[in-house]
């Protein structure tokens, strides 16, 4: 059986959270099945090119999706993060 999936590690880490704006590295992690680096550079990533903000609460980091940023890819250019989220939400039910 392949392994392939339609979604990026980019994709998993941001809809984790997405759903819990205060969950830990560790955490997000064992749900994508990365390792702590690889989800530590994803979420640098997505910092750099303004999809998150991240501020600290105490000795916790709270991420701050900016949902009104427009998909990377020329194909999807036109469609935001927050389109993005509610059309997948909308072919769970």
């Known amino acids: 059986m392949s392994r392939w999936t339609f979604l990026t590690n980019h994709c998993h880490v941001f ?8 969950l830990r590295i560790r955490d997000m992690a064992k ?3 990365i390792t702590e ?3 530590q550079s994803i979420i640098h990533d997505l ?4 999809y998150l903000v991240i501020s600290k609460d105490g000795r916790r980091n709270h991420y701050a999706p900016q949902l009104h940023q427009h998909l990377r890819h020329p194909l ?3 469609i935001t993060i927050r389109q993005l989220i509610d059309a997948l939400q909308v072919s769970r039910e």
Do not use: H, M, Y
């Not at 809809?15 to 205060?22: G, K």
């Not at 910092?47 to 303004?50: S, Y």
């Open 15 to 22: 809809f984790l959270i997405c759903s819990d704006p205060d």
């Open 31 to 33: 749900s994508v099945q």
């Open 37 to 39: 680096r690889a989800v």
């Open 47 to 50: 910092v750099e090119d303004g």
């Open 76 to 78: 999807e250019a036109g």
